[in-house]
């Protein structure tokens, strides 16, 4: 059973930075994709940034590239998300995602298509 537990979320100011962590378990990390989604109030989930270590694969959203860096711990089972310079328009609600399919990343990244969620973590930035 595929389990992710997001956490590292809070409030802070524009400018600042925050890292978000994903601890997972219940599948073999290294043949997952695993990624990050967003959802502002009112707005649709969008996709972040999402990772596949086995296929040395790497994706962001043109809204975070340069600012953010996702990286996965094999060890640990777990993914990361570093946020720096962040702005107003990066506060949502983040959640981490997996995915076996990791042939088609590119794909489940921009439909947000990945198969299996965690609980949320609130990012506020203030002005």
């Known amino acids: 059973d595929v389990q992710l537990q997001a956490s590292g979320g809070g409030l802070v100011q524009a400018g600042g930075f925050l890292r978000l962590s994903c601890a997972t378990s219940?599948?073999?990390?290294?043949?997952?994709?695993t990624g990050w989604f967003r959802q502002a109030p009112g707005k649709e989930r969008e996709g972040v940034s999402c990772?596949?270590?086995?296929?040395?694969?790497?994706y962001y959203a043109d809204s975070v590239r340069g600012r953010f860096t996702i990286s996965s711990d094999s060890a640990k089972k777990t993914v990361y998300l570093q946020m720096n310079n962040l702005k107003p328009e990066d506060t949502a609600v983040y959640y981490c995602?997996?995915?076996?399919?990791?042939?088609?990343?590119?794909?489940?990244?921009?439909?947000?298509?990945?198969?299996?969620w965690g609980q949320g973590t609130q990012v506020t930035v203030s002005s």
């Open positions: 995602a997996a995915d076996k399919r990791t042939h088609f990343i590119g794909t489940m990244f921009e439909d947000v298509g990945f198969a299996s």
């Open positions: 219940g599948f073999t990390f290294d043949d997952y994709a």
């Open positions: 990772i596949s270590t086995r296929d040395d694969n790497s």
